[in-house]
């Protein structure tokens, strides 16, 4: 059952002013009591350490620790414990639980949430939306600059092979942890951000370590109706510092129960599948030998995406053990004119859940009219067609098996007298990938 969340005044600003003048007070700092040069020394947040994990989370999709129980319940406890915490502080911008929701009724299930305020209250895109990849920029919104209490916990792979949680560990500025923070915009229950490498300022872009990070947490909160999604620039993502987000919704998303047709199988036991009978086209990977190939495959498929200016979304979903990728073109078409005035007014913005089926919608005539029909026609816009997604699909899966075979190369050549260990996955991020520029009509790229 989910957890009760208490009726609290909410404040607009993400620093709390007492927080603040706390943080000040102790003699260095901003004041804001951020995560940036002025305030990070000395800092500590607590710190949750995994297991690393090489099979794949099993049919239960609960995680397993042996015979040794768990310091902390990671998803219950820990995540929406703390969630839970920041609500009743005061932390976010709006209490996203008195927003209405409703099953639209249709053989589909797409979900509908009137969220009147986000839009007026969250965050301008501060970049171009037409390059997915664009250079980080510490001038902009970034975060670093979110306070300390906006963060619920480092979370990082355990040195010694077992799960720990540390209430209130030292915040090693050298090593640039991961956290886990509240999105103070949320969407859901339990709406949080994770930040890989939050101190490297990493642009909004998918590489092999961040990606594996990503499905280490869906791992962990070893939960169904927790998901994880990304959002590349060009896909509705708002800040151009990498993270993933994530939330708790206790009912299936319509895109994981759509059908789905196998195609291809990689050497390394990965297998792709196509969505259809669905608005939006997309792939499906799962399986693999480990969970690492899985995660490769994956990434690769989204490094070659945005090395050639294709606009991505991701689902995590089943614990990690299904991942959904579904490139877009909605905003190219918002700029070239070709969508229609009728869609544009519900200012929708259809990113990674709205994709999924949860259609979060900002007037309340959308919400009271929402349709099956609406919602199928909103996505049907966001989707590449037919033939330009046949081409990009052959090309993923040229760029995935390209993957493999340097990957097999890599491991003959060490074989043949090398005193170097195997190349861990995550070793080598797909440095000098030689991967073509799409060809075709371009028709979803907007190149300048």
């Known amino acids: 059952m989910m957890l009760r969340i208490k009726r609290v005044p909410t404040v607009v600003s993400n620093y709390q002013k007492d927080e603040g003048e706390d943080a000040a007070r102790r003699g260095g700092g901003c004041g804001r009591n951020c995560l940036q040069k002025c305030c990070i020394p000395g800092a500590k947040l607590p710190l949750y350490t995994f297991k690393r994990a090489e099979e794949i989370p099993g049919d239960k999709c609960v995680l397993e620790h042996d015979d040794n129980q768990a310091p902390v319940a990671f998803l219950d406890s820990l995540l929406l414990g703390q969630w839970e915490d920041r609500m009743q502080r005061g ?19 797409f979900m509908a949430q009137l969220n009147e305020g986000r839009h007026l209250k969250k965050r301008p895109t501060e970049f171009r939306v037409d390059k997915v990849l664009q250079p980080f920029d510490g001038n902009k919104f970034n975060f670093t600059k979110v306070g300390q209490e906006e963060v619920l916990f480092q979370f990082d792979a355990s040195e010694d092979g077992e799960v720990h949680f540390f209430p209130d560990a030292p915040v090693d500025a050298d090593s640039s942890p991961s956290v886990v923070a509240i999105n103070v915009s949320p969407i859901e229950y339990g709406h949080v951000l994770l930040i890989p490498r939050i101190l490297e300022c990493l642009p909004q872009r998918i590489d092999r370590e961040s990606f594996l990070l990503a499905l280490y947490m869906a791992i962990e ?45 990689l050497g390394d036991g990965v297998k792709i599948s196509e969505l259809f009978d669905y608005p939006v086209r997309g792939l499906v990977f799962e399986g693999g030998n480990t969970l690492q190939d899985l995660s490769n495959a994956v990434s690769d498929a989204c490094i070659f995406l945005q090395d050639n200016n294709i606009p991505h979304n991701v689902l995590i979903a089943d614990c990690g053990k299904r991942i959904f990728l579904l490139p877009q073109c909605y905003a190219e078409k918002q700029a070239l004119g070709e969508v229609s005035s009728e869609l544009l007014d519900t200012q929708v913005n259809p990113a990674v859940w709205e994709i999924s089926g949860h259609m979060v919608l900002k007037r309340k005539k959308d919400y009271e009219e929402a349709s099956e029909e609406n919602a199928w026609r909103l996505l049907a816009e966001v989707s590449l067609s037919e033939e330009r997604f046949e081409e990009v699909k052959a090309l993923i899966f040229e760029a995935c098996s390209y993957t493999l075979s340097e990957k097999e190369d890599e491991h003959l050549t060490q074989g043949a007298g090398d005193d170097k260990p195997p190349l861990e996955g995550t070793g080598s991020i797909n440095k000098g990938r030689n991967c073509n520029m799409v060809s075709g009509t371009q028709e979803c790229l907007v190149l300048q």
């Open 221 to 265: 909160a070893g939960n169904p109706y927790f998901r994880l999604g990304y959002n590349s620039l060009g896909a509705f993502a708002t800040i151009n510092h990498l993270h993933f987000q994530a939330y708790y919704l206790a009912v299936p998303f319509p895109i994981e129960k759509a059908p789905t047709r196998k195609v291809t199988t």
């Open 91 to 109: 932390l976010f911008r709006y209490d996203v639980t008195a927003c209405e929701t409703k099953v639209i009724p249709g053989r589909c299930g």
